[in-house]
């Protein structure tokens, strides 16, 4: 099983659709996490860290399940400039090493 | 003002040559990190240093080598190219273990 997973899509949703994503992780000793925004041809940028409690930035909601070793990024009334990979990061506790999945891709259309 | 830089941001280059990419950060960071991002866009950790201790992945071929002159920069020195080593190479730093990564914008290299 890899260490991180992530299912590459592509998602192709309407404007003002809400998409969910989902990420899973191998190691239960991992301690961090975050989501990451990457556009063609850029570098990676933060979108949000995320929390036990789970947390919310606009139309982004961010989970943790560490029972299931799973983290999920939900973002509601989708926007065009919101098309882009989205990329899970975990950062193990052995290591500390941030681990990427493969990123999953979003096309929102008009 | 840019926090994390890369130079050069596109490198092409012949098999055998040997390259180097240096990547600046005036965050001040103390994690620095080389990711690889092949073409089926993969980011790849390669290495890992703050100012004690460097991490390598130990998949990554000896003829990449990281070197430290100071906490800000982190560069990377290639020896002896080859075909499969031409990607996207991004620079991050981190202010801690556990942080999020801020990334440098990349370089594109390829070898012909």
């Known amino acids: 099983r890899k260490e991180v997973e992530q299912d590459p899509g592509p998602f192709n949703v309407p404007e003002g659709a809400t998409v969910a994503f989902n990420c899973t992780y191998s190691?239960?000793?991992?301690?961090?996490f975050f989501w990451y925004r990457q556009d063609c041809r850029k570098e990676p940028k933060l979108l949000m860290s995320?929390?036990?409690s789970g947390n919310e930035d606009g139309r982004f909601t961010a989970q943790l399940n560490r029972a299931s070793q799973y983290i999920s990024l939900l973002i509601r009334d989708s926007k065009l400039s919101d098309s882009a990979t989205y990329l899970c990061v975990v950062v193990s506790g052995g290591s500390y090493i941030p681990t990427f999945g493969r990123g999953t891709s979003l096309i929102v259309h008009p | 003002d840019t926090a994390v830089s890369q130079t050069p941001k596109y490198l092409v280059t012949q098999m055998g040559n040997d390259k180097s990419i240096k990547c600046e950060q005036n965050l001040g960071h103390d994690t620095m990190y080389w990711y690889k991002q092949d073409s089926k866009k993969f980011l790849k950790i390669m290495f890992s240093?703050?100012?004690?201790?460097?991490?390598i992945n130990e998949t990554v071929p000896n003829r990449f080598s990281p070197k430290s002159p100071d906490k800000a920069h982190l560069n990377l020195h290639i020896n002896s190219l080859e075909l499969g080593d031409s990607a996207v190479y991004f620079c991050a730093s981190s202010p801690k273990y556990n942080s999020p990564l801020h990334f440098g914008n990349g370089t594109r290299l390829t070898v012909t």
């Open positions: 240093y703050n100012n004690k201790e460097l991490i």
């Open positions: 190691n239960s000793a991992s301690q961090s």
């Open positions: 995320v929390y036990s």
